[in-house]
């Protein structure tokens, strides 16, 4: 079982930044760097919609056309970690902001390809 807990969501004004935090423990606690990791987003009404990607080196990205150019995914092994980096947030962005792992995702772009995930965490940019 892997655990993941977000953090760092909030209420930003549009054109500001944000940096969400997904730590992950459980007893395959040691095993964190065999994940792939993504973070993905549901607003209200809405699917849930993949954001970032990031491999288990950290050394492959995948970004949603919504976010590239403004959004960066990474991860510290070390710390079991993964960070999703907002910049220049609009309105648009408002979700909630979901962190998942999966060992070996087909397809890494699909929610119901990862078995854990994260409670979420709220963004909400004012305009």
């Known amino acids: 079982q892997v655990n993941l807990v977000e953090s760092g969501g909030g209420l930003v004004q549009a054109g500001g930044s944000l940096r969400l935090s997904c730590a992950a423990s459980?007893?395959?606690?040691?095993?964190?760097?065999?994940?792939?990791m993504a973070w993905f987003r549901q607003a209200p009404g809405k699917e849930r919609d993949f954001v970032a990607g990031?491999?288990?080196?950290?050394?492959?990205?995948q970004y949603a056309d919504a976010v590239k150019g403004r959004f960066t995914i990474s991860r510290d092994n070390a710390k079991n970690t993964v960070y999703l980096r907002m910049n220049s947030l609009n309105p648009e962005d408002t979700a909630v902001y979901y962190c998942?792992?999966?060992?070996?995702?087909?397809?890494?772009?699909?929610?119901?390809?990862?078995?854990?995930w994260g409670q979420g965490t709220q963004v909400t940019v004012s305009s």
């Open positions: 459980g007893r395959t606690f040691s095993g964190y760097s065999g994940y792939v």
């Open positions: 990031i491999s288990r080196s950290g050394e492959s990205t």
């Open positions: 998942a792992a999966e060992s070996s995702p087909v397809n890494p772009g699909h929610w119901y390809e990862y078995d854990y």
